[in-house]
């Protein structure tokens, strides 16, 4: 078994929860009535979409999306594909992507650049984690949670390796002296 990374919290369960209840609320008052498909992007957003949607008290429907860009550990290949497709038709939906962080921008530009070939009626983005300092590419969130330092992350649905998904506090790995 590999020696444990030291980890930090750096979001609380009960900051995450008071992000998410806001994010809601922007969220509802703009997809109350527009019946939309949020797209999951995974793995790394489902506990995210879970806590969510929780608060979306209006009619909507939920899909996911696997695209692989990371290799092992904590660099990207820089190359995306799609491992796991929609099962939903999405072309003239309100479609509301939900991402958990947004890095180089690589993977988000790519999905939704996909996801705009099919034609949804609108696609938006909403993220839970931005770490702009190290973007490659442009990417427009208009629901966002926290911007986040160039750390990486772990914890709530975010993963070194497949591994601290289930942390329930965003947890950062301290680096090694
Ligand atoms: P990007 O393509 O560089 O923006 O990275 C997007 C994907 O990389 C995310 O969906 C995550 O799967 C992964 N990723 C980027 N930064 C982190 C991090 O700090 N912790 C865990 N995963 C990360």
């Given at each position: 078994m590999?020696?444990q ?7 609380s369960?009960q900051?995450i ?7 809601a ?9 527009k019946?939309?498909l949020?797209i ?10 879970a806590?969510?949607?929780r608060h ?5 429907e ?10 092992k550990?904590?660099?990207?290949s820089?190359k ?5 497709s929609l ?8 479609v509301?992507?939900?991402?958990d962080?947004?890095?180089?921008g ?10 705009r070939?099919?034609?949804p009626?609108?696609l ?6 931005d770490?702009p300092?190290?973007r490659?590419?442009p990417?427009?969130?208009d629901?966002l949670?926290?911007t986040?330092?160039n ?6 649905g975010?993963?070194?390796d497949?591994k ?5 506090d965003?947890c950062f ?5």
């Amino acid at each position: 078994m590999d020696s444990q990374p030291k980890l930090r919290v750096l979001f609380s369960r009960q900051e995450i929860a008071a992000t998410v209840s806001r994010l809601a609320t922007e969220i509802s008052q703009d997809y109350h009535d527009k019946y939309p498909l949020l797209i999951s992007i995974l793995k790394g957003s489902f506990m995210f979409l879970a806590d969510l949607i929780r608060h979306l008290d209006f009619p909507l429907e939920v899909d996911f999306i696997g695209l692989a860009s990371y290799g092992k550990g904590r660099h990207t290949s820089g190359k995306i594909k799609v491992v796991q497709s929609l099962r939903s038709p999405i072309k003239d939906r309100e479609v509301l992507v939900i991402e958990d962080i947004v890095d180089t921008g690589l993977t988000t530009a790519f999905c939704l650049d996909y996801l705009r070939q099919k034609k949804p009626a609108s696609l938006k983005l909403c993220v839970l984690t931005d770490k702009p300092s190290r973007r490659q590419v442009p990417v427009t969130i208009d629901y966002l949670g926290f911007t986040v330092p160039n750390k990486f992350l772990v914890g709530y649905g975010l993963d070194w390796d497949e591994k601290f998904r289930n942390l329930p506090d965003i947890c950062f790995i301290e680096d090694e002296d």
